[in-house]
């Protein structure tokens, strides 16, 4: 089992999250966050003064898949949210221990197969 954590633009969440239900992923968590990458620092004017803006809006995922997900996982995130510019964002894939469904008491694999 593996969680996927995905830092992307808030303006692709749709495109994103279509990709991933055309890939049958389901169950995420969706968080707005503030970052700051490779992105070229945008400078604003605000009550005639100027700001130099350091972060930038950003959308956090987090997917908890089996094994044999992750990659249509990974091409479905990198597919809606690819621009080919700088600061389209980043895909973490890390290592599960264990996950237990709180419901039903189901441990691993089955805790993280979606609800028919």
């Known amino acids: 089992m593996k969680l996927i954590v995905a830092i992307i633009r808030s ?8 990709a991933l239900f055309k ?3 389901r169950g995420l968590s ?3 966050i503030q970052g700051h990458g490779g992105e070229m620092e945008q400078v604003e004017t605000y009550r005639g003064t100027t700001v130099k803006m350091e972060l930038s809006e950003k959308v956090r995922l987090e997917i908890g898949v089996s094994d044999h997900f992750v990659e249509p996982t ?3 995130i990198m597919e809606g949210a690819r621009t080919g510019e700088v600061g389209d964002g980043k ?5 599960v221990e264990k996950v237990y469904r709180i419901r039903t008491g189901e441990q691993d694999t089955a805790a993280v ?3 028919s």
């Open 11 to 18: 303006e692709k969440l749709n495109d994103v999250l279509e």
């Open 30 to 32: 969706i968080s707005r």
């Open 113 to 115: 197969t979606p609800v």
């Open 91 to 95: 895909i973490f894939v890390l290592p």
């Open 74 to 76: 990974v091409q479905a």
């Open 23 to 25: 890939a049958e992923v």
